[in-house]
């Protein structure tokens, strides 16, 4: 599988950005797609994951209410939308897939596959 992840950029506190990954290689109905920061000098933190079938996502506390995780199945494309960005979600964004569910869906580790990261800067 491979992912392929795009949308970051620059912005100010308050704004928002829209992230996108598109997924190749194969197709499963039964993964879990997700979304991990890593910010300079910090671990990989779990952001936001949504569980195929169905619809149920899951999401850090730092993030909820701001940002909502979706998923376009004809388009193998998992997208973030991030509203009312602060500088701490300055980070680099990695989307990431994995076949079955697992209830450690938080942990970077139980993940098979990586994009290979856009950059998100927001300032104050």
């Known amino acids: 599988v491979q992912l392929q992840a795009s949308g970051g950029g620059s912005v100010q506190a308050g704004d928002s950005l829209r992230l996108s990954c598109v997924a190749s290689?194969?197709?499963?109905?039964?993964?879990?797609m997700g979304w991990f920061r890593q910010a300079p000098g910090k671990e990989r933190e779990f952001v936001t994951a949504?569980?195929?079938?169905?619809?149920?996502?899951y999401y850090a506390d730092s993030v909820k209410g701001r940002f909502t995780i979706s998923a376009d199945n004809a388009k193998n494309t998992v997208s973030l939308q991030m509203n009312n960005l602060k500088p701490e979600d300055t980070a680099v964004y990695y989307c990431?897939?994995?076949?079955?569910?697992?209830?450690?869906?938080?942990?970077?580790?139980?993940?098979?596959?990586w994009g290979q990261g856009t950059q998100v800067t927001v300032s104050s």
């Open positions: 990431t897939a994995r076949l079955h569910w697992s209830t450690q869906y938080y942990n970077p580790t139980q993940y098979e596959w």
């Open positions: 949504i569980r195929k079938p169905g619809t149920r996502t």
């Open positions: 290689g194969r197709s499963d109905s039964d993964y879990v």
